[in-house]
């Protein structure tokens, strides 16, 4: 099947003016300006297949959203090649733009002074929606996001989840067939977070969408992405399922277990990470977890045990860091 | 309705709709303005007072007829400025405009179109007052409503795009107040805001003749309050449309350098 999205050695470098701090140096850039070349992206590929949803993840800086923007037609590559559904994003076609979208977390595209309801009219206009679709997109939109009473009062009324929600359903009533989300649940209480994770599920199912998904917060990877690209210093540190990523940057598993005797020494079983109040932590080679799990029952009175992968928060700090170190 | 056309209704519908919610602000904005031509007028007639009862052949009713017609003329003007453009690039607004398949300039055009529509209304009463104050005298042909009807719109579209070239001056550089004011100051000097176009010294009302800015001023003022001849009419209008299509053409171009060099740096 042709992927949706097809990145290849995709690069983009940018001149940046530098000078040194102080007087002298302020006075002598004006005479004689010195640039750098900065690569954002260094040779970046990957595919999405239509309908899947991917969490591209990195540290701040790593080239996400430049990529995000390159893939949107926002930003001409330096080099490389992109194919999103057939065009080339920095062509900047209407047929292209009119079947994706770009969420940006900490940007507003909705009228500030009227409500939603009037800002969807304007993007019905925009991206020629014809009216019954224009109506059943919308009402399955409000409906899915529950924000039936939302959309009709100013939206410099609401709070920042409200206005992310209505935001969002501005941004899906063209029912783009690629989404391009940059960290969508910045600065949402848990709850709004979950809902919105809850709804972009749920439209990619029901419409069978590509998602490329940044996001600090690892809740919204792990409900959304069967994949995740990581990236850092504009390159792909690893690609592929979250439980490979685990396998290959966490080669250690957590065993909890809980002591019926309180302060016995686990410590020749493998790192105590964690003890207090009978409860002990340690941290064992993912290889050895069956057998070191088997000893501890038999040597000790064990009244409960969890085998667990370490957080995925932890898991990407491992991966960062072995590619600095690589 | 063709695309097109359902977007410049909706976005000057959603205008209306937003200035109306602030038509304090507008209110308070157009009394300091008004405040401008105010002060013209009334120079202006003590000038032709002390002169005998007019300036070079204008009256002081001339003179009020003059500066009333420039009040509603310079709130046809009001379009989307350089100022904006410094926002829109930096804050990255820009960006979402990029992603949408319709033109930015349509958007800016349309809105500030609906807008007028607010701002005629709450000028009428203005205009009611002006005139009762200052007497102007007026001597209109149907022909002359009609052409200055057109004529306004000529000069909104000429000024969009003169300060719309203007702001995309923004993509290479967010330091660009100084072109701004040069701007400024050659509009006021040569449009007709400052002072009839007659009371130029010639080679000044002949420079104003080749420059677009007597056409977003002076000249649909004359319309309705000077005395032009019918070829001077029709002749103004022909005028307006090249400088349309002088100034389209001159956005369709920095637009797409401007693009080029924001897809190359970023925001």
Same mark, same amino acid.
């Given at each position: @099947?042709?992927?949706?999205?097809?990145?290849?050695?995709?690069?983009?470098?940018?001149?940046?003016?530098?000078?040194?701090?102080?007087?002298?140096?302020?006075?002598?850039?004006?005479?004689?300006?010195?640039?750098?070349?900065?690569?954002?992206?260094?040779?970046?590929?990957?595919?999405?297949?239509?309908?899947?949803?991917?969490?591209?993840?990195?540290?701040?800086?790593?080239?996400?959203?430049?990529?995000?923007? @390159?893939?949107?037609?926002?930003?001409?590559?330096?080099?490389?090649?992109?194919?999103?559904?057939?065009?080339?994003?920095?062509?900047?076609?209407?047929?292209?733009?009119?079947?994706?979208?770009?969420?940006?977390?900490?940007?507003?595209?909705?009228?500030?002074?009227?409500?939603?309801?009037?800002?969807?009219?304007?993007?019905?206009?925009?991206?020629?929606?014809?009216?019954?679709?224009?109506?059943?997109?919308?009402?399955?939109?409000?409906?899915?996001?529950?924000?039936?009473?939302?959309?009709?009062?100013?939206?410099?009324?609401?709070?920042?989840?409200?206005?992310?929600?209505?935001?969002?359903?501005?941004?899906?009533?063209?029912?783009?067939?690629?989404?391009?989300?940059?960290?969508?649940?910045?600065?949402?209480?848990?709850?709004?977070?979950?809902?919105?994770?809850?709804?972009?599920?749920?439209?990619?199912?029901?419409?069978?969408?590509?998602?490329?998904?940044?996001?600090?917060? @690892?809740?919204?990877?792990?409900?959304?992405?069967?994949?995740?690209?990581?990236?850092?210093?504009?390159?792909?540190?690893?690609?592929?399922?979250?439980?490979?990523?685990?396998?290959?940057?966490?080669?250690?598993?957590?065993?909890?277990?809980?002591?019926?005797?309180?302060?016995?020494?686990?410590?020749?079983?493998?790192?105590?990470?964690?003890?207090?109040?009978?409860?002990?932590?340690?941290?064992?080679?993912?290889?050895?977890?069956?057998?070191?799990?088997?000893?501890?029952?038999?040597?000790?009175?064990?009244?409960?045990?969890?085998?667990?992968?370490?957080?995925?928060?932890?898991?990407?700090?491992?991966?960062?860091?072995?590619?600095?170190?690589? | 309705?063709?695309?097109? /056309?359902?977007?410049?209704?909706?976005?000057?519908?959603?205008?209306?709709?937003?200035?109306?919610?602030?038509?304090?602000?507008?209110?308070?904005?157009?009394?300091?303005?008004?405040?401008?031509?105010?002060?013209?007028?009334?120079?202006?007639?003590?000038?032709?007072?002390?002169?005998?009862?007019?300036?070079?052949?204008?009256? /002081?009713?001339?003179? /009020?007829?003059?500066?009333?017609?420039?009040?509603?003329?310079?709130?046809?003007?009001?379009?989307?400025?350089?100022?904006?453009?410094?926002?829109?690039?930096?804050?990255?607004?820009?960006?979402?405009?990029?992603?949408?398949?319709?033109?930015?300039?349509?958007?800016?055009?349309?809105?500030?179109?609906?807008?007028?529509?607010?701002?005629?209304?709450?000028?009428?009463?203005?205009?009611?007052?002006?005139?009762?104050?200052?007497?102007?005298?007026?001597?209109?042909?149907?022909?002359?409503?009609?052409?200055?009807?057109?004529?306004?719109?000529?000069?909104?579209?000429?000024?969009?795009?003169?300060?719309?070239?203007?702001?995309?001056?923004?993509?290479?550089?967010?330091?660009?107040?100084?072109?701004?004011?040069?701007?400024?100051?050659?509009?006021?000097?040569?449009?007709?805001?400052?002072?009839?176009?007659?009371?130029?010294?010639?080679?000044?009302?002949?420079?104003?003749?080749?420059?677009?800015?007597?056409?977003?001023?002076?000249?649909?003022?004359?319309?309705?309050?000077?005395?032009?001849?019918? /070829?001077?009419?029709?002749?103004?209008?022909?005028?307006?449309?090249?400088?349309?299509?002088?100034?389209?053409?001159?956005?369709?171009?920095?637009?797409?350098?401007?693009?080029?060099?924001?897809?190359?740096?970023?925001?």
């Amino acid at each position: @099947m042709e992927p949706a999205i097809r990145v290849r050695d995709l690069r983009k470098t940018f001149r940046v003016a530098e000078r040194d701090a102080g007087l002298g140096a302020s006075v002598r850039s004006l005479v004689r300006r010195r640039y750098r070349e900065v690569a954002a992206v260094a040779g970046v590929s990957f595919d999405v297949a239509p309908g899947e949803v991917v969490g591209f993840l990195g540290p701040n800086g790593a080239g996400k959203t430049t990529t995000l923007k @390159m893939l949107s037609g926002l930003l001409h590559p330096t080099g490389g090649e992109v194919s999103v559904l057939g065009h080339v994003p920095a062509r900047r076609e209407k047929a292209y733009l009119g079947r994706i979208t770009l969420v940006m977390g900490n940007r507003n595209q909705l009228q500030w002074d009227i409500p939603a309801l009037d800002s969807f009219e304007l993007n019905r206009a925009v991206y020629r929606i014809p009216e019954p679709e224009f109506r059943r997109a919308r009402d399955e939109l409000v409906e899915l996001l529950e924000i039936g009473d939302l959309v009709r009062k100013p939206v410099r009324t609401l709070s920042l989840g409200e206005r992310m929600k209505a935001e969002v359903a501005a941004a899906l009533l063209h029912r783009p067939q690629v989404l391009f989300l940059d960290e969508p649940t910045i600065g949402l209480d848990i709850g709004a977070q979950k809902r919105l994770r809850g709804f972009v599920a749920e439209y990619t199912r029901r419409h069978g969408a590509s998602v490329l998904l940044t996001s600090h917060y @690892m809740a919204d990877v792990q409900a959304l992405c069967q994949r995740v690209v990581v990236i850092d210093k504009g390159q792909v540190l690893f690609d592929g399922g979250l439980r490979q990523l685990t396998a290959r940057f966490s080669p250690h598993q957590t065993i909890t277990v809980q002591l019926a005797e309180p302060g016995t020494d686990l410590s020749a079983f493998g790192a105590v990470v964690e003890a207090g109040e009978g409860r002990v932590s340690i941290q064992v080679p993912k290889a050895e977890t069956s057998a070191v799990a088997g000893r501890l029952l038999a040597a000790h009175a064990v009244t409960d045990l969890t085998i667990e992968d370490p957080p995925i928060e932890d898991v990407i700090e491992q991966a960062f860091s072995a590619g600095r170190t690589a | 309705m063709s695309g097109l /056309a359902s977007v410049y209704r909706v976005v000057a519908g959603t205008a209306v709709q937003t200035q109306l919610q602030y038509r304090t602000t507008n209110y308070l904005f157009m009394l300091g303005m008004i405040a401008e031509p105010v002060v013209y007028l009334v120079v202006w007639q003590t000038v032709a007072d002390a002169q005998g009862g007019s300036v070079q052949g204008i009256t /002081a009713g001339d003179f /009020a007829a003059y500066y009333i017609v420039w009040t509603l003329v310079r709130n046809m003007n009001i379009v989307f400025t350089p100022y904006g453009w410094e926002g829109r690039i930096r804050q990255g607004e820009l960006s979402g405009m990029l992603v949408r398949p319709v033109h930015p300039l349509h958007h800016d055009l349309a809105y500030f179109a609906g807008w007028k529509v607010v701002v005629v209304l709450l000028w009428l009463p203005i205009a009611a007052v002006l005139t009762l104050v200052f007497r102007p005298t007026f001597d209109v042909s149907p022909v002359e409503v009609l052409v200055f009807l057109v004529a306004i719109w000529g000069a909104y579209l000429i000024r969009s795009m003169l300060l719309w070239v203007l702001g995309m001056v923004t993509f290479w550089t967010t330091r660009v107040s100084a072109l701004y004011e040069l701007y400024f100051t050659a509009e006021l000097l040569l449009s007709g805001r400052l002072l009839p176009l007659v009371l130029l010294p010639a080679w000044a009302a002949t420079a104003a003749d080749w420059l677009p800015f007597r056409y977003t001023f002076g000249y649909p003022i004359e319309v309705l309050a000077g005395d032009l001849t019918t /070829a001077e009419l029709w002749g103004g209008l022909a005028a307006q449309g090249a400088w349309v299509l002088a100034g389209t053409a001159m956005v369709a171009v920095v637009w797409r350098f401007g693009v080029r060099r924001y897809s190359a740096v970023g925001n």
